[in-house]
C-alpha cells in the first residue's frame, strides 16, 4: 500500500510536488492569477475563442435550450441533434467521411489506441507521445514499442523485428512540451509499406497548423493517407472534448469496440455548442491562424535574440530548457514576479533534467507585449545577454472603459481584443430571448423536424 504522506514529502524533496493556481476570470492573454494581473503564456486556448463573445452565447443559449448535461452515455439517450451536427461538421473541416466525439482527448486517445490493438499485436510509439496515447498502449495488453523521437530509421527497426506482428503506429503531429511535428510524410510510408494503421493525434495542431488551421496533417496533404486523426475541442477551438476523425466503418467500429466512448456521458450540450460556435468562427476567418503563427515568430525571434536556444521550433509552442527541476520553478516565479506567467513543466511530464517553461502563444497576444515578455523570460532562465528588462506592465490604455464587445477582423489589426469582465459587467449582453443565435448555428435542428 502507499504511504500517502511519504510519497508527498519525498516529492517536495524532489522538486517535483504539484499545485494549483488559481485563474480569476475568463481564459486570455491576460489573467488574474492568485489575485494579480498578469500575462498568461501558457495556456492553449491558441486562437482566444475560449472567451470569444459568440461562443460564450453559443454556449449560454445552448444551455437554455438542451439544458447542461446529456444524461446518458451516446448508445444510451445521450446522442442529441447537436451531437450530430457537431460530428458532421468535423468530418467535413478535417475533409474525412466521419467524425466520433468522445468526452476529452484523454479518453478519445485511450479508448481508441486500446480498440485498434489487442494483446499479440505490437504498437509503435514516439517516446515523448502524450500520456493519454501512452495509456492507451498499455490498456491495448499488445506489447509496446517505443521509438526515438522523430527517428523514422529507429521505428523502422522495430517494424522489421516485429515478425509481421504490427498493428498500430500512434503519434503526436505537433508535440505538445517541445512544440515540434512528426515526420508525417515518412511515418505514412512506412505504415502503408508494412500494412499498419497509423493514429495521429492533433490536438496542438488542430486550429494552428496547415491550411485553415486543419492541422498537421492537412499541412503535409495527407488527410486520407491516415486512418485516424483524433483532435481536441479544448485547445484552439476553446470548448471542452475532442473527436476521431476516420472513415465510416472505422466510425462504427469504434462505437462498438471504444470503452471509453460506450462508457462514458456524452458531452454537454453547451460545450458542443460552444465548439460549433468555434469551429465556425475559424472557417470565418483562417486569417486568425496566420495572427497565431506571425505572434510564435515574434516570440520566438525575440527570444533567440536575447540569447534563448529553440532548436527545432516552429510552431506557437516553444520550450525554454532550464534543466534542474527546481530551477524550472525558480525561473517560473522569477518571471511571474514581473508579471509574466509561464509554466514549469518537470519530470515525469518531461524527461529527467529537461525541465522548462513551456510556453504557449495565442492569436490574441499583442507584439508589444510578446516582445517585452521575451526580455523577460530570458532574465528569468538566465539567458539574456541583452540586459535585465523592465518588469512587465500593462499600459494604461488596456484598461479604457468603452472596448469594443466584438472583434474586428483579426489579420491586419493591432491590438486584438475581447471583452474582460469589468466590459461585460459594465456592457451585459441582452437577454437570450432578443438575441437570438446567427443562422446556421442551430437551425438544423428545426429542419430536421420539418424532415420527419
Known amino acids: 500500500m502507499i504511504e500517502i504522506e511519504a510519497r508527498l514529502a519525498e516529492l517536495e524533496a524532489v522538486g517535483l510536488d504539484r499545485r494549483t493556481r488559481m485563474v480569476s476570470g475568463p481564459q486570455g492573454p491576460h489573467v488574474v492569477l492568485d489575485g494579480r494581473r498578469v500575462l498568461m503564456l501558457c495556456s492553449n486556448n491558441y486562437l482566444g475563442l475560449a472567451d ?3 461562443v460564450r452565447e453559443a454556449a449560454a443559449d445552448a444551455a437554455c435550450r438542451w439544458g447542461v448535461g446529456a444524461g446518458a452515455s451516446r448508445l444510451v439517450s445521450g446522442t442529441m441533434t447537436i451531437h450530430r451536427r457537431l460530428e458532421e461538421r468535423l468530418a467535413s473541416f478535417k475533409r474525412r467521411p466521419s467524425a466520433l466525439l468522445f468526452g476529452s482527448g484523454f479518453l478519445a486517445n485511450a479508448g481508441v489506441v486500446a480498440a485498434l490493438a489487442r ?5 509503435f510509439s514516439d517516446e515523448l507521445n502524450h500520456a493519454s ?3 492507451g498502449c ?15 530509421e529507429h521505428l523502422a527497426w522495430g517494424i522489421s523485428k516485429a515478425e509481421g506482428r504490427g498493428a498500430l503506429i500512434v503519434t503526436d503531429s505537433l508535440f505538445s512540451m517541445d512544440g515540434d511535428v512528426a515526420p508525417l510524410a515518412d511515418l505514412v510510408a512506412l505504415a502503408q509499406r508494412h500494412r499498419i494503421r497509423l493514429l495521429v ?3 496542438h495542431a488542430t486550429g494552428t497548423l496547415g491550411p485553415g488551421g ?3 496533417v492537412a499541412e503535409a496533404g495527407l488527410e486520407q493517407e491516415v486512418d485516424v486523426i483524433v483532435g481536441t475541442l479544448g485547445k484552439a477551438l476553446g470548448s471542452y472534448g475532442a473527436f476521431v476523425a476516420c472513415d465510416e466503418t472505422m466510425a462504427q467500429y469504434l462505437v462498438n469496440a471504444a470503452r471509453t466512448f460506450v462508457f462514458s456521458t456524452a458531452l454537454p450540450p453547451p460545450a458542443v455548442a460552444a465548439a460549433l460556435a468555434a469551429l465556425e468562427l475559424l472557417e470565418e476567418r483562417p486569417e486568425l491562424v496566420l495572427k497565431l503563427q506571425r505572434n510564435a515568430a515574434t516570440l520566438r525571434q525575440e527570444l533567440e535574440r536575447h540569447g534563448c536556444r529553440l ?7 516553444m520550450p525554454l530548457v532550464i534543466g534542474d527541476a527546481d530551477a524550472a520553478i525558480d525561473a517560473c516565479q522569477a518571471a511571474l514576479n514581473r508579471g509574466v506567467f509561464a509554466q514549469a513543466i518537470r519530470p515525469p511530464t518531461v524527461p529527467p533534467m529537461t525541465s522548462r517553461l513551456r510556453l504557449a502563444v495565442m492569436a ?16 528569468a532562465a538566465g539567458a539574456s545577454s541583452v540586459g535585465t528588462p523592465e518588469p512587465w506592465t500593462e499600459p494604461a490604455s488596456w484598461s479604457e472603459p468603452e472596448r469594443r464587445t466584438e472583434p474586428e477582423p483579426w489579420i491586419e489589426s493591432e491590438p486584438i481584443d475581447y471583452p474582460s469582465a469589468d466590459d461585460r459587467r459594465r456592457h451585459p449582453a441582452p437577454p437570450s430571448s432578443s438575441a437570438p443565435p446567427r443562422a446556421g448555428v442551430f437551425d438544423f435542428e428545426a429542419s430536421e423536424r420539418l424532415a420527419a
Open 52 to 54: 470569444h463573445p459568440r
Open 119 to 123: 494483446p499479440g499485436d505490437v504498437v
Open 133 to 135: 496515447l501512452i495509456d
Open 138 to 152: 498499455r490498456l491495448s495488453g499488445a506489447e509496446i514499442f517505443v521509438y526515438e523521437h522523430l527517428d523514422i
Open 201 to 203: 493525434d492533433e490536438a
Open 214 to 216: 486543419r492541422g498537421a
Open 311 to 317: 532548436e527545432g521550433c516552429r510552431t506557437q509552442i
Open 364 to 379: 490574441s497576444h499583442r507584439t508589444a507585449e510578446l516582445r517585452a515578455a521575451a526580455g523577460v523570460l530570458a532574465a
